[in-house]
């Protein structure tokens, strides 16, 4: 069965950096996008971006650009979200997700990691 | 990006009730949206995709329909187990969440 696990809860400091990670299993990991979400206590989700494991590709929300590298490792099939020069703002969930088909960003997102908490605090 | 916006912000209805949920978009992005709930302390899960498919496994009480901007989520008889938080999603163009709905058990 399709499966994403992320790593651990993460608590840095303001201006640190933090690299999560959504180790994928059950299917071909180059045929689907990843994308990166995240959900601050009690509000909405958040697109940070998404990178395409076949090729390397990514497209990154405004919002996070100069400040987010999403990566991928086909060999364990693994993807990666960097985020940098964190503030008190950046405290959230954050979740990878995968689309019901292949190739495709635009097709509902059927499988989800579990999500990292990660706070941002002095 | 598109604005989203979902109504009502919360809800309590009976178990057996008919539950209606709205989205609605800013622009118009034909079918490219999708239906999730997601319960306290845990990651959303897909309900409906592309308006109105039903994803694999879930109940056949939950439906979708719409295009354009305005888009519907219906529970034909609520169960307690459909407590949580639903959100709306379009992928028509950079992705956009709604606000979400809040459906609580009277």
């Known amino acids: 069965q399709v499966q994403l696990v992320q790593s651990g809860t993460e608590v840095e400091k303001p201006g640190a950096s933090v690299k999560v990670s959504c180790k994928a299993s059950?299917?071909?990991?180059?045929?689907?996008?990843i994308s990166w979400v995240r959900q601050a206590p009690g509000q909405a989700f958040e697109w940070m971006g998404w990178?395409?494991?076949?090729?390397?590709?990514?497209n990154y929300a405004q919002k996070f650009q100069g400040r987010v590298t999403m990566s991928t490792d086909t060999s364990t099939s693994a993807a990666y979200m960097e985020l940098r020069s964190l503030r008190s703002d950046d405290t959230a969930f954050y979740y990878c997700?995968?689309?019901?088909?292949?190739?495709?960003?635009?097709?509902?997102?059927?499988?989800w990691g579990q999500g990292t908490l990660v706070t941002v605090s002095s | 990006d598109i604005q989203m916006t979902q109504s009502p912000s919360s809800l309590s209805a009976f178990v057996g009730d008919r539950v209606t949920i709205t989205c609605r978009t800013s622009q118009s992005i034909s079918t490219y949206l999708h239906w999730y709930q997601q319960k306290p302390g845990k990651a959303p899960k897909l309900l409906i995709f592309?308006?109105?498919s039903l994803q694999s496994g879930v109940p056949s009480r939950f439906s979708g329909s719409g295009s354009g901007t305005d888009f519907t989520l219906t529970i034909t008889s609520l169960q307690p187990e459909d407590f949580g938080t639903y959100y709306c999603?379009?992928?028509?163009?950079?992705?956009?969440f709604g606000p979400g709905t809040k459906v609580d058990l009277k």
């Open positions: 997700a995968r689309g019901r088909v292949s190739y495709t960003t635009s097709s509902g997102w059927a499988y």
């Open positions: 592309a308006a109105s």
């Open positions: 059950g299917y071909t990991f180059t045929r689907y996008v």
């Open positions: 999603q379009q992928t028509e163009s950079t992705p956009t």
């Open positions: 990178i395409n494991p076949y090729n390397g590709n990514t």
